[in-house]
């Protein structure tokens, strides 16, 4: 399977796809100037859904606690599906007494729940115990738009609600789908995917939520994401909250730009080999096209973008894909030629995200998506199909 890195859909366009990008507040869906703003009826499911089907092995909460969001955006309309698996507009409207929206679909009485999913880009929300505390707000263009929760914001009006997310694009393309822990992780959800091919990723291994838990509370610049046994939050977020230190790895970005200064990076990607040294606290690669980065932050690290922003160009893009990389696993100093694709590589240096890297030894597989650009080298919890028959979300043991 070919680095997501190196396609057309990385993870960053995946996210403004669906609308609910990474931001230290409760996020509101980008919406196209078409957007059925203020329209009250439904519209026809697309052509073609998806059989999804919502297992609860959780063992910590019967079905009846536990509720499924899907919402998302179609063809640029915001969007969500309703029990029967329809889409319906976002409208404020929607919001009741309480001033949120109950987008909430109930889990079958016992066993499988089974829906169906029309094609869209979105995510899918799992809560136990409480419902999620959606509001239908109205965007810069006056239209209606869904202010996401935000569990890694205090004051959100969801943060101390169990809840988490998987994400995915189903278009005429296929499914492209994956288990996320890019802002925070909760609640452990594996994503079986069926259709060409018969896919599992994101299984949390026996103990492995009690273990990511305890792995980030015992490094001491990492003990503040943690928040009871509700949730760790990632840490660029936690930068943003005021519990992480925005100078973090400096020290290590420090020494990338002094070592790149006397002898070169090579990055290679699907449009070749670049070749790169620190001219004028500039790292500028030549080679199939010239590409340049300022030294980046400790929040550019954490969140792959600011000087690691990556367009999705063909050449730009997937180059500060692998730097974002290998700032995050701590391993652009060697070797000298990058991707780095033997994960017993990663995280072996003092100044690290140990965030992801708690996050992998939490999977069985040990892929997770513990940082934006965890595809590169296909280390991310993602899968994807051409031809899907069905996919199968799976709230595992706790």
Not at 19 to 45: N, R, S, Y
Not at 116 to 124: D, K, T
Not at 340 to 359: E, G
Request: glycine fraction near 10%; hydrophobic fraction near 40%.
């Amino acid at each position: 399977m070919t680095p997501r890195h190196q396609r057309a859909l990385g993870r960053r366009k995946f996210l403004v796809a669906l609308g609910g990008a990474a931001v230290a507040a409760p996020a509101v869906a980008a919406i196209a100037p078409h957007a059925l703003a203020g329209t009250t009826g439904q519209t026809k499911a697309a052509a073609g859904a998806l059989p999804l089907t919502i297992v609860n092995n959780s063992g910590s909460f019967g079905n009846t606690s536990v509720h499924v969001y899907i919402v998302g955006n179609q063809d640029g309309r915001q969007v969500r599906v309703t029990p029967d698996g329809t889409l319906a507009p976002i409208a404020l409207s929607d919001n009741g007494a309480d001033g949120f929206t109950d987008y909430a679909i109930s889990l079958a009485g016992s066993g499988e729940t089974r829906l169906s999913l029309p094609q869209m880009s979105g995510r899918i929300y799992v809560s136990l115990g409480q419902k999620l505390k959606f509001k239908a707000v109205t965007d810069g263009n006056g239209n209606a738009a869904l202010q996401y929760p935000a569990g890694w914001v205090s004051s959100d009006p969801s943060f101390a609600v169990l809840h988490d997310c998987a994400e995915f694009t189903y278009n005429s393309s296929g499914m492209f789908c994956n288990t996320t822990m890019v802002d925070m992780f909760s609640v452990p959800l594996s994503i079986r995917l069926t259709g060409a091919k018969d896919q599992t990723t994101g299984t949390v291994r026996a103990g492995g939520r009690a273990a990511a838990f305890a792995a980030v509370r015992q490094v001491e610049e990492f003990s503040k994401l943690v928040v009871g046994d509700t949730r760790v939050i990632a840490p660029g977020h936690g930068l943003d909250a005021g519990l992480f230190a925005k100078d973090y790895f400096a020290p290590y970005i420090d020494e990338v730009w002094s070592t790149y200064t006397g002898k070169d990076l090579k990055i290679t990607t699907n449009a070749g080999t670049f070749t790169g040294r620190v001219r004028g606290e500039r790292l500028t690669f030549d080679g199939p096209a010239q590409v340049s980065f300022g030294k980046p932050s400790t929040r550019d690290v954490l969140f792959c973008d600011g000087a690691l922003a990556a367009p999705n160009d063909g050449r730009t893009g997937p180059v500060a894909a692998v730097l974002g990389a290998g700032f995050n696993r701590s391993t652009l100093l060697s070797p000298a030629a990058q991707p780095v694709t033997d994960a017993a590589s990663f995280y072996r240096t003092a100044i690290t995200n140990h965030y992801a890297k708690a996050m992998h030894a939490a999977t069985e597989d040990g892929r997770a998506y513990g940082f934006a650009f965890d595809d590169v080298a296909d280390f991310a919890s993602y899968i994807q199909d051409t031809a899907p028959t069905g996919i199968r979300l799976t709230l595992t043991p706790f």
